[in-house]
T-cell receptor, first 113, second 113 residues
Framework: DGGITQSPKYLFRKEGQNVTLSCEQN?????MYWYRQDPGQGLRLIYY???????QKGDIAEGYSVSREKKESFPLTVTSAQKNPTAFYLC????????????FGSGTRLTVV | AQSVTQLDSQVPVFEEAPVELRCNYS??????LFWYVQYPNQGLQLLLK??????LVKGINGFEAEFNKSQTSFHLRKPSVHISDTAEYFC???????????FGPGTSLSVIP
């Protein structure tokens, strides 16, 4: 079955460490997105990519980095510069067809210890 | 720029009662509208979408929504809710071009037995 796989489901990070969240899709979708979700704040866009080897900053890109070397993969690195990284991270993808909604992964919960 | 407002952050409702979750949007251009549902610790799942045509849209799990252009609203309804409908519901909008999706802050629906 086609879908988006996020791993790991739970991740613990010590302060000062970089961590990378994985997002892989086998839907042949062109665009991929990373959102951060905090209680009561909905979804906030971190980064997105509409084509391989190209990506754009979203609303809260500071302290995060991404790469898009393959169409199927869009990993997110949470760097030590992100001061409050504890959150639920969601990856999504969509086709280039106008009006299509997102397909979401099941999320990664990151906790700083 | 588009924006989405969900006036009710929490909606408690008794089982088998009807429910309406409100969504209003602002945009200077035509838009596509979506409702997503999120169960605890999971990703978002598409409930329904409005692209064009009939203003009454039917989705999964017995939900429906009505697009009202004059009131810039896209309210979600279900005539009889079930315990399993307890979840977070997000309204979202995107322009008719290939663009990122803007999410509302979410409404937490709690179904009371």
């Amino acid at each position: 079955d086609g879908g988006i796989t996020q791993s790991p489901k739970y991740l613990f990070r010590k302060e000062g460490q970089n961590v990378t969240l994985s997002c892989e899709q086998n839907l042949n979708h062109d665009a991929m997105y990373w959102y951060r979700q905090d209680p009561g704040q909905g979804l906030r866009l971190i980064y997105y990519s509409q084509i391989v080897n190209d990506f754009q900053k979203g609303d809260i890109a500071e302290g995060y980095s991404v790469s898009r070397e393959k169409k199927e993969s869009f990993p997110l690195t949470v760097t030590s510069a992100q001061k409050n990284p504890t959150a639920f991270y969601l990856c999504a993808s969509r086709t280039a067809a106008t009006g299509t909604g997102y397909t979401f992964g099941s999320g990664t919960r990151l906790t700083v210890v | 720029a588009q924006s989405v407002t969900q006036l009710d952050s929490q909606v408690p409702v008794f089982e088998e009662a009807p429910v309406e979750l409100r969504c209003n949007y602002s945009s200077s251009v035509s838009v596509y509208l979506f409702w997503y549902v999120q169960y605890p610790n999971q990703g978002l799942q598409l409930l329904l979408k409005y692209l064009s045509g009939s203003t009454l849209v039917k989705g999964i799990n017995g939900f429906e929504a009505e697009f009202n252009k004059s009131q810039t609203s896209f309210h979600l309804r279900k005539p009889s809710v079930h315990i399993s409908d307890t979840a977070e519901y997000f309204c979202a909008v995107t322009k008719t071009s290939y663009d990122k999706v803007i999410f509302g802050p979410g409404t937490s629906l709690s179904v009371i037995p």
